[in-house]
């Protein structure tokens, strides 16, 4: 396996209603609305990174989901997403034993989306 590389990862995030999920993460975090089909299918776009949304009616599934993403400036990310009012009150900045600083936010569905920067060594 060694001529194999691994690049990317699409996270694929549960939706109680995908125009709300879409609209969350287009009008707190700033990202760009790609595809909306209500009840079926959404994506989004942060910068290079895009997330994805299945339509689903269980609210406990989506709270028991979440996914990583990484961040180059995570202090101006964590500030700006504090004065939305949505990050995790269990999950604020911090640096981690494992080498990256971060912090959480929950979406409108309970997604748990944990942002993380690499810390320099």
């Known amino acids: ?5 691994f690049v990317a990862a699409t996270p694929v995030l549960a939706s109680l209603d995908i125009r709300q999920s879409v609209d969350f993460y287009v009008q707190r ?7 909306v089909d209500q009840g079926v299918y959404g994506i989004v776009a942060l910068g290079g990174v895009h997330i994805h949304f299945w339509a689903c009616s269980d ?8 996914c990583r993403i990484a ?24 640096d981690t034993a494992w080498g990256t600083r971060e912090f959480a936010v929950l979406d409108g569905d309970g997604n748990l989306i944990t942002f993380h920067e690499r810390l320099s060594i």
């Not at 975090?29 to 595809?35: D, F, I, P, R, S």
């Open 1 to 5: 396996m060694s001529d194999i590389r």
């Open 29 to 35: 975090l700033g990202a760009t609305a790609v595809h």
């Open 59 to 66: 609210r406990r599934i989506a709270e028991a989901t979440g």
């Open 71 to 94: 961040v180059e400036g995570v202090d101006a990310l964590f500030a700006h997403c504090t004065q939305q009012g949505i990050t995790h009150p269990n999950a604020p900045l911090h």
